[in-house]
């Protein structure tokens, strides 16, 4: 719950006080206190050492005040009230008054005109003044006439000879427009029975000229390198058909919106420069022609736009339309080309249609066609061009009202404050600004901005408003307040609005922000005029370098400003049209961050500057009073913390020591001043600060405060989203709004109490009153994320799934949690319960689907079935439905193409949907996004699919009963139909869409705008009266229309025709002869089946069971004139064996941490220093890392090790490959959001591992390609990863990337070929050309196996033999080339002139290549001289991964050893962040650690020492390199350039393992084996390498750490043995060797220490046992009980050995390959061992274990000292326990597969088995119970618990998994 409290020293907490918990009470000596210094006041005149009292730029005291500006601008005045494009003009002038200085005209008309003087749209007729025919040309019969129409003079241009008769802008060819706009907006109507022309000349960004022309004369498209003609067909409503191409009699007027950009891109592939120069030839009137870069919608006026989502056409451009008349009966729009458009195969046909029609072709096949059209028309095969006029919907108009919004924020939580009167506070919620009546709680709206307001302002007469949103670039708005009208819309000069600030009479508005390059910007307007129907123009704009933090305008001069920031705090003025500004001299306060500030009034109200004191506080706590007149600071005080209850004596601070209190923002009255602060407290104070007089508490940060104009209210705003203020008289902190600090997910409501419950990202579960608004409760999840929530309809109770699985139900009145289910192994993705309330149902993102029992309080699990639901389906509230009735239970699965419908008690299936159709037109497979059933009277089931429609079904039959096309151009998440079936309710991006469901030929939805962020959740209350929409914030909605309880349903409508009839449907079906259904299936007939579902879950939890149907389901398909593919039921190999992988999270196991990098992937690290992410692989993993503090996050799914990953350019997304898995077909690639770490989509492009993944430069494409043996390079488009195309390779290929200045190329390289693609794009769709170009000879023979792209028109390529070439990609030609490496070049990177290469043998070097495109022009003759090596860097294996910043002076690159290293070219070094072995791991040990210690690796020699301790240069927490901003490098060594550093001896990689983890005896530290033969010591808490010993050529095998008893912590000492039969002993403390001796003639398989540490058992692959003094060296004993066969495992316990019957000190063990333990008790200080037990163990068949026989492994059991626990490769699967005193087995565990690998909990009854199946079963003896973790890509060989039994480490090959044991 959060706090809003407000307290006074000593005073009782006043009952009724605001919220629960609230405290009032102010605080004198107990409260904040200040500095010595804040108690001597600064005597008049005196000033800081260093100010001036009077420093150039001072505010001096002036004689008089200048009068107030009268503001002019240039535009049509009066406009700006209207329409939103008139507010902006070409170019803004201040008034002489403010600004005296004279803008002169540039001379030049042929220079492009600058493009923010084209914002929002030019008027291209008036600003080249046409009607002086002195910038612009006419020939032949020109004139000007009178338009009956429009009312207005418009030009005609007649003439039998087109070529003879036009208009010419401009007037001379080799002049130029200089038009940037996008599209152009030709106004125009053709003469009747007349042809006529219109001739573009356009220009693109490489300067080519392209003439682009439509007309009525083309009969077909045309187009050549230079020249496109699009013809223009008019087509009258006649059967005469010789009439086509001529303009109807009835031709009207029309608005030719062009796409100039979309027509250079779609159909010669080139990128728009501007417009140069038109031509309007004859015959036709023509009223303008505009140029815009936004898209207008003419049908629109200004009174109905507020509610669509377009934007409408400015009344300057707009058609009149008289009173009561469409505009779609009177005029033309066509717009070109159109991306939804496709062009009829067969001639147009005749129809009930008007006069005209239009139809824009996309591209070539069939050839592209502009028909003109005033309404649109619906073609056989064709979709239409212009949507039914969005005016023309249903009544009521609007259907909703916003009634009220639950949040506060968005941007940030500093924009709140006061109405000058005090009784509202205005506030941004998101998009939405909110006026708040802070006594009756009412709400008023502003709406109109289409992203998150960053800044707002309000001047001191309550009449203007001012809003900026924060998307770049920032538009603004002005608001007349009292009304809420929109008086202007303009673009801000700066890229992002930050703050802004009026002056008291609202003429002067300042804003501060970021220029597009991120230099802060301050701009002066003036909207002194904007209310009585002028413009906003820009007085002045100022670029300064000093950091703004607060600006604000002065109460005394409205010309005067301040501003403070880190370590500076200025003065500004607006004089002369100029802002300047003067630096205050702080004098010891120039380092401070200032944070905000204010101006403190004379109580005597008096105006004059000289009156005036600027406050300004810092986040050390310092507040600064400076006097605005002289510049100097007169008072400098701190606020200072309090001690603490129960600390030391306090002692007298002074002013600079201690920690101050972080002040973000402040507000002063009269009276007192108001201080927020960081430590969440809200303090009152007297001007002279001398004590506090009030303060409140808050849960979170103050990020803001303000005081009422009245001085009796505070109000104060948080960083956790909490808007509330103080009440100075009551002392009572009320709560104004409280928010959710991320985005809302799902909701809920409960009819009884009227209340919500709302889950959202940030965490947290809340539940509201929806008549008041204001929160109840909230429960806050630290571990785990909230996912789906749902009501219990009858009890005071609500149910809630978390991304852990689990399902929990809280109770309302105790508020706590009820009753945990955690049935499902994967994230919860719905949640729904009957209407009453006796079954509750969930779904997971796994797929599997649980049935609860909700009769009594304490419900229960009824059935789980696995596989179900769609496991790759979005999380959405509406993924699983129930019926209104209760008995029937919708889902989207088992496929995304499949809708399924059950029985809600039964479960058994009644109906399967395929929803699969294929789209014959883009080639994409459809599929349901989310369901929802419509009243149980209509028996409806609505389902919303990908492409863009809601389909309604019959639930019964399955049988098609109406479709709704096109409800938006993203699918849908969440749609619900109200009880009376009268409105659809559809969430459509970021709007809400309402349709008229009971009209059967709906008109078209109303379209409701208001969030800033897509829309995740929409719902009906209860009663049917409101609506309530959830995204970034929620919003409560009026229905304005009446229900209609008692309606009576209409019937359900006959099938709908969608499309074509019998006979197209035959001749699409042949036209696509592959795809896989001739006919339409029909529903089949039979009985349905039961699931087997298990009546409830075993004993021990809740568990996923196997739900294979025992036949074929009822299968419906969706009758429609589309082609199909077949249901796909596909069942889990988990399920099929009974067996259940709960969640890591969820269970008794959490990942902690991930030690290791896949070396054998490739490109599988992704680094971006702007952002900081970091992320790798390491098996199956992708583990996310803060490189600042070490802190990991791990993202699991996928089934086979991940082979490569990709992050696309905006660092929102993160795609991952990996490879095939046992139980798939094909690999994975699953799409993750960076931000939130979760899977959104799951893709399954190749049959093969995927080799490469790349993002197109605009995100909007995905390419994977397949290794050499799918070699399948596929498409994919980012809105929906839908496959856009694939295509099969000839040959292998080694690389593919997309070119980073044209997203339309992408380039491949393999053997002896490099292949351009160049993309082509056609509506949705996009074809390939390809082009081949063979590797010159001079190259080589090898293949080119990496690739980048350099400055354009460059292309780098690698090859396998060590050479670099560079091709121009232009002329498809390769030109230099030069050897780089021994090797093969696996990695390319550029930037700026500099290239990086990694190759196999190791080696990094830096180029520089910037003498490269000078090159070019010599053509294969160039010389590679030019082109040096600038550094070189030789790493430990080949390189596999780099990513570099964008100067490359440094990056991190991965190994095939496993090692990912920070590089810095600057300092010549490298520092090793993430470190692997090679081979693998053989032992674990923890350490006590002693310090981090670095060393700089020396270059090995090639003979092998007898050992070698090689420091690693690991990078510690104070070492890490400087990620973000700052650039700087690790490491000892500074060579000279070029440099080279050795770190290792060069070896070829291959697949090694980690061998053994042990841990020190108090787990500061733990140490690992390789076969590598190093043994590294890690540091337990950060996984950090602290040292590593090498022995090179030898294996290291196993690993001992000494235990506690054998002296002090510092001598403590590692055993390790090695394939030479060789024990070395390796002290810790002084790194290095201490003995080195050969007790075995063979291998070492297994080493352990005495009890006592002065003893070493040591096993070999021949069975023998010896015993050695580790200080001595010698061996005195020798075991040959297990000779011939292998050692496995040796263990060694403590125990008093007299309940064996035998003396000892000792108990040890050791179990050989034979399936034989021995037991022994021993004594060595008396050199005395005796057998006590011996055990075998019965041998399996060779063939049940496919001939690899497990391991041998027993324990002694640590919680039980007379027990052994043994497993091995028996005739059973299982744990056998033995008791030693009983000298019998005692009981038998169960296993599903053999074990490899064994581990006992030392604290617990925990026993870990890893198997080679790449599973980990953790089993409590205790209970009986055991559950199972995934993660692993290899068989789990390594488990071993920590002594304190806290953590768990289990190895996979060369990877380790740290797993923390919560709780046990």
């Known amino acids: 719950m959060a706090r809003g409290s407000a307290r006074l020293a000593g005073v009782p907490r006043v009952p009724g006080s605001g919220v629960p918990g609230s405290r009032v009470g102010g605080r004198s000596a107990q409260g904040p206190r200040l500095g010595p210094e804040a108690r001597v006041p600064a005597q008049a005149g005196s000033r800081l050492p260093g100010a001036h009292p009077r420093a150039p730029g001072a505010w001096l005291p002036s004689g008089a005040r200048p009068r107030p500006a009268s503001l002019a601008g240039v535009g049509v005045a009066g406009e700006g009230a209207e329409s939103?494009?008139?507010?902006?003009?070409?170019?803004?002038?201040?008034?002489?008054?403010?600004?005296?200085?004279?803008?002169?005209?540039?001379?030049?008309?042929?220079?492009?005109?600058?493009?923010?003087?084209?914002?929002?749209?030019?008027?291209?007729?008036?600003?080249?003044?046409?009607?002086?025919?002195?910038?612009?040309?006419?020939q032949g019969d020109v004139a000007v006439v009178t338009d009956k129409t429009l009312k207005g003079a418009v030009y005609r241009i007649r003439g039998s000879v087109s070529a003879a008769n036009y208009i010419q802008l401009p007037k001379s060819s080799t002049q130029s427009l200089g038009l940037t706009g996008r599209y152009l907006y030709v106004l125009f109507r053709p003469l009747p029975s007349k042809h006529f022309v219109i001739h573009l000349d356009v220009s693109s960004k490489d300067n080519q000229v392209i003439r682009v022309s439509f007309s009525n004369l083309f009969k077909e498209f045309k187009s050549t390198a230079t020249w496109l003609q699009f013809p223009l067909v008019l087509e009258a409503r006649t059967?005469?058909?010789?009439?086509?191409?001529?303009?109807?009699?009835?031709?009207?007027?029309?608005?030719?919106?062009?796409?100039?950009?979309?027509?250079?891109?779609?159909?010669?592939?080139?990128?728009?420069?501007?417009?140069?120069?038109?031509?309007?030839?004859?015959?036709?009137?023509?009223?303008?022609?505009?140029?815009?870069?936004?898209?207008?919608?003419?049908?629109?006026?200004?009174a109905q736009w507020a509610k669509l989502p377009v934007t409408p056409m400015p009344r300057e451009m707009a058609f009149p339309v008289p009173k009561g008349e469409s505009w779609h009966d009177r005029y033309i729009h066509v717009r070109f080309p159109s991306e939804s458009l496709k062009v009829p195969s067969k001639p147009i046909e005749k129809s009930c249609s008007p006069p005209e029609a239009v139809l824009l072709g996309p591209g070539p096949q069939p050839l592209p066609c502009l028909v003109a059209s005033s309404k649109p028309v619906r073609f056989s095969v064709s979709p239409v061009v212009q949507t039914p006029s969005p005016t023309a919907g249903f009544l009521p108009d609007p259907v909703l009202r916003l009634k009220g919004v639950i949040g506060f924020g968005g941007h940030g939580t500093r924009q709140a404050l006061w109405t000058p009167d005090g009784a509202a506070v205005v506030y941004p919620c998101h998009a939405v600004i909110v006026v708040l009546l802070v006594d009756t709680g009412e709400q008023r709206f502003f709406l109109g901005h289409t992203d998150k307001v960053s800044a707002l302002a309000l001047d001191g007469s309550s009449s203007l408003l001012a809003s900026a949103q924060a998307r770049a670039p920032s538009v603004m708005r002005l608001w007349d307040f009292q009304t809420g009208r929109c008086l202007c819309l303009f673009r801000s000069p700066m890229h992002v609005v930050c703050s802004l600030s009026f002056s008291d009479s609202g003429a002067l508005l300042c804003g501060v922000g970021k220029d597009h390059h991120g230099r802060t910007m301050v701009v002066a307007w003036g909207t002194g005029q904007v209310g009585l129907g002028g413009e906003v123009v820009v007085l002045a704009k100022a670029h300064t370098d000093f950091d703004v933090q607060a600006f604000r305008v002065t109460f005394f001069d409205e010309t005067r400003m301040a501003s403070c920031g880190q370590g500076s705090v200025r003065l500004w003025r607006l004089r002369g049209g100029a802002?300047?500004?003067?630096?205050?001299?702080?004098?010891?306060?120039?380092?401070?961050?200032?944070?905000?500030?204010?101006?403190?009034?004379?109580?005597?109200?008096?105006?004059?500057?000289?009156?005036?004191?600027?406050?300004?506080?810092?986040?050390?706590?310092?507040?600064?009073?400076?006097?605005?007149?002289?510049m100097v600071v007169r008072h400098a005080r701190r606020l200072l913390p309090t001690r603490t209850p129960g600390g030391p004596h306090p002692q007298k601070q002074t002013f600079s020591s201690g920690p101050g209190i972080a002040i973000s923002s402040l507000s002063v009255s009269p009276a007192m001043c108001a201080v927020g602060s960081e430590d969440g407290f809200l303090r009152l104070w007297p001007l002279d600060f001398s004590s506090v007089l009030l303060e409140a508490e808050h849960e979170g940060p103050v990020s803001s405060v303000c005081v009422s104009p009245d001085g009796l209210r505070v109000l104060s705003a948080t960083s956790s989203g909490h808007l509330g203020f103080l009440d100075t008289l009551s002392r009572v902190y009320h709560m104004l709004a409280r928010s959710h600090t991320a985005p809302v997910l799902a909701l809920a409501m409960e009819q009884r109490r009227g209340q919500l419950a709302?889950?959202?990202?940030?965490?947290?579960?809340?539940?509201?009153?929806?008549?008041?608004?204001?929160?109840?409760?909230?429960?806050?999840?630290s571990e785990e994320a909230p996912c789906a929530v749902t009501f219990h309809p009858t009890r005071p109770t609500f149910f809630c799934g978390f991304s852990s699985g689990a399902v929990r139900s809280f109770s309302l009145e105790a508020a706590e949690v009820l009753v945990e289910h955690t049935c499902h192994r994967g994230a919860v993705t719905s949640l729904t319960a009957t209407p009453d309330g006796r079954l509750l149902f969930s779904s997971c993102s796994q797929g599997s689907l649980a049935q609860y029992s909700c009769a009594d309080p304490q419900w229960h699990v009824l059935r789980v079935a696995a596989d179900m639901v769609c496991p790759d389906a979005p999380a959405s509230p509406s993924a699983l439905a129930v019926s209104r009735d209760g008995r029937l239970l919708a889902f989207v699965g088992p496929s995304r193409c499949t809708v399924t419908v059950m029985g809600s008690a039964s479960l058994d299936e009644l109906l399967r949907v395929d929803i699969g159709t294929l789209d014959l037109a883009s080639s994409r497979l459809d599929s349901a996004m989310a369901v929802c059933f419509g009243p149980a009277a209509l028996g409806h089931l609505l389902v919303s699919t990908s492409s863009n429609r809601v389909v309604v079904l019959d639930a019964v039959s399955g049988r098609i009963i109406r479709e709704l096309p096109g409800v938006h151009p993203e699918p849908c998440p969440s749609l619900t139909l109200s009880e009376d079936a009268r409105f659809l309710l559809i969430a459509a991006g970021r709007t809400i869409k309402v349709w008229d469901y009971a009209t059967q030929a709906s008109p078209g939805p109303q379209v409701y705008i208001g969030h800033s962020e897509p829309v995740q959740a929409v719902a009906f209350s209860p009663d049917q009266q409101q609506v309530l929409s959830a995204g970034d914030a929620v919003f409560l909605w009026d229905v304005l229309a009446a229900t209609e309880s008692d309606q009576s349903f209409p019937g359900a409508p006959p099938a709908c025709k969608t499309g074509l009839g019998a006979g197209p449907l035959e001749d699409a079906a042949s036209r696509a002869s592959e795809l896989p259904r001739q006919q339409v299936p029909k529903p089949s007939q039979a009985s349905p089946p039961r699931l087997g579902v298990c009546a409830r879950p075993p004993e021990g939890g809740d568990g996923a069971r196997d739900t294979r149907n025992s036949g074929a389901p009822r299968t419906t398909y969706l009758a429609s004139c589309k082609a199909f593919t077949p249901a796909r039921v596909s069942c889990s190999?988990?399920?099929?064996?009974?067996?259940?992988?709960?969640p890591a999270s969820g269970g008794w196991l959490r990942l902690k941490a991930v030690v290791g990098y896949s070396g054998n992937g490739r490109a599988n690290m992704v680094w971006r220093p702007d952002t900081g992410f970091f992320a790798y692989t390491c098996g199956r993993l992708v583990v996310v890392e803060d490189l600042h503090s070490g802190a990991q996050q791990h993202w699991s799914g996928h089934s086979a090790e991940i082979s490569t990953l990709a992050l696309s350019h905006s660092a929102q997304v993160l795609a991952s490959a990996s490879g095939?898995?046992?139980t798939t077909a094909h690999c994975q690639i699953r799409v993750w959001d960076v931000s939130g770490g979760l899977c959104q989509h799951l893709i399954f492009p190749h049959s093969t591992t995927v080799l490469a993944l790349a993002f197109s430069p605009d995100d909007r494409l995905l390419v994977t390609l397949g290794d050499h043996d799918g070699r399948t390079l596929a498409l994919w488009g980012t809105a929906t990863y839908d496959l856009v195309s694939s295509t099969r390779l000839p040959e292998p290929v080694h690389g593919v990337a997309f070119n980073p200045w044209d997203a339309g190329e992408l380039t491949c390289v393999g053997q002896g070929t490099v292949t351009f693609w160049l993309l082509q794009l056609r509506g949705a769709d996009i074809s390939l050309?390809?082009?081949?170009?063979?590797?010159?000879?001079?190259?080589?023979a090898g293949e080119l196996t990496s690739l980048c792209y350099g400055a354009p028109p460059l292309l780098y390529c690698g090859t396998s033999s060590g050479q670099v070439c560079v091709w121009d990609t232009r002329a498809g030609r390769c030109f230099l080339s030069w050897e780089a490496d021994d090797g093969g070049i696996g990695l390319l990177l550029f930037s700026g002139s500099r290239l990086v290469s990694g190759s196999s043998t190791g080696r990094l070097c830096l180029w520089a290549v910037g003498a490269v495109s000078e090159l070019r022009c010599k053509g294969s003759g160039a010389r590679s001289s030019s082109v040096f090596m600038e550094h070189e860097l030789v790493l430990d294996g080949a390189v596999v991964s780099a990513s570099f910043d964008d100067s490359v002076d440094m990056g991190v690159v991965g190994t095939t050893a496993g090692t990912l290293w920070f590089v810095s070219w600057a300092e010549g070094t490298s520092t090793r962040l993430i470190s692997g072995h090679r081979s693998k791991v053989r032992d674990f040990q923890p350490g006590r650690r002693r310090g981090s210690r670095t060393w700089c690796p020396p270059c090995l020699p090639a003979p092998s020492p007898p050992a070698q301790m090689i420091p690693s240069p690991a990078v510690t927490g104070s070492q890490r390199p400087p990620w973000g901003s700052q650039r700087g490098s690790l490491g000892c060594a500074r060579p000279s350039k070029p440099s080279r550093l050795c770190l290792h001896q060069r070896a070829a990689w291959q697949a090694l393992q980690v061998n053994e983890v042990v841990f020190s005896p108090g787990e500061s530290h733990c140490a690992t084996c390789s076969e590598d033969g190093s043994v590294r010591v890690w540091a337990l808490a950060s996984m950090e390498l602290v040292i590593q010993f090498q022995v090179l050529n030898q294996s290291c095998l196993c690993l001992a750490w000494s235990p506690p008893c054998c002296g002090r912590p510092e001598q403590q000492r590692l055993a390790a043995g090695y394939g030479d039969g060789s024990l070395r002993i390796f002290s810790i403390s002084r790194t290095a060797m201490e003995l080195k001796m050969h007790p075995h003639p063979v291998a070492l398989t297994s080493v352990a220490f005495s009890t006592d540490g002065q003893t070493v058992l040591s096993g070999d692959k021949d069975g023998l046992v010896a015993v050695s003094h580790p200080r001595t060296g010698t061996t005195f004993r020798v075991l040959s009980d297990h000779q011939g066969a292998p050692i496995s495992t040796i263990c060694v316990t403590c125990k008093e050995c007299e309940d064996l019957g035998v003396e000892g000190t000792d108990l040890w063990l050791a179990a050989s390959g034979d399936q034989r333990v021995s037991v022994w008790a021993s004594d060595w200080l008396r050199n005395r061992c005796e057998l006590v037990d011996w055990l075998s163990f019965p041998m399996p068949a060779t063939t049940e274990t496919q001939g690899h026989l497990p391991p041998s492994l027993a324990a002694f059991c640590p919680w039980d000292g007379a027990l052994l626990m043994y497993v091995g490769p028996g005739v059973y699967k299982e744990v056998i326990i033995y008791n030693l005193c009983q000298k019998q087995v005692v009981e038998k565990i169960p296993l599903p597969f053999f074990a490899m690998s064994l581990s006992l909990s030392p604290g617990t009854h925990l026993l870990a088995v890893g198997f080679a199946e790449c599973m980990l079963r953790l089993v409590d003896c205790a209970m009986g119970t055991a559950q199972d973790f995934a993660g692993h890509d290899n068989a789990v060989h390594l488990c071993r618990f920590t002594p304190s039994a806290r953590l768990l480490f289990t190895a996979a090959r060369n990877e380790i998994l740290v797993w923390e044991v919560p709780g046990r």
């Not at 009607?131 to 612009?136: I, T």
């Not at 709302?758 to 999840?781: E, K, M």
């Open 1133 to 1142: 190999p988990h399920s099929a064996k009974g067996t259940c992988l709960p």
């Open 1329 to 1340: 050309q390809v082009r081949r170009e063979p590797v010159p000879e001079a190259v080589g």
């Open 84 to 138: 939103p494009g008139s507010c902006l003009v070409p170019e803004a002038r201040p008034s002489p008054a403010v600004a005296p200085a004279r803008v002169a005209e540039s001379p030049d008309a042929r220079r492009p005109l600058p493009a923010a003087w084209q914002h929002p749209f030019l008027n291209v007729f008036r600003h080249f003044r046409v009607d002086e025919w002195k910038r612009s040309a006419k």
């Open 1220 to 1222: 095939r898995s046992s």
């Open 239 to 302: 059967p005469q058909r010789d009439l086509v191409g001529l303009a109807p009699s009835g031709a009207r007027w029309t608005c030719l919106q062009l796409d100039l950009q979309d027509v250079l891109l779609v159909y010669l592939n080139r990128c728009y420069g501007h417009l140069k120069s038109i031509r309007l030839c004859a015959s036709l009137l023509v009223r303008n022609l505009y140029t815009s870069d936004l898209c207008f919608e003419p049908a629109i006026s200004g």
């Open 758 to 781: 709302t889950v959202s990202q940030d965490r947290t579960v809340r539940i509201w009153d929806l008549a008041t608004l204001q929160q109840l409760y909230d429960f806050t999840s």
């Open 579 to 630: 802002l300047r500004s003067c630096p205050v001299d702080l004098g010891e306060h120039h380092a401070l961050q200032f944070t905000d500030l204010a101006f403190k009034q004379a109580r005597d109200g008096c105006p004059e500057p000289s009156a005036a004191m600027l406050l300004v506080c810092s986040r050390s706590g310092h507040i600064l009073e400076i006097d605005c007149q002289r």
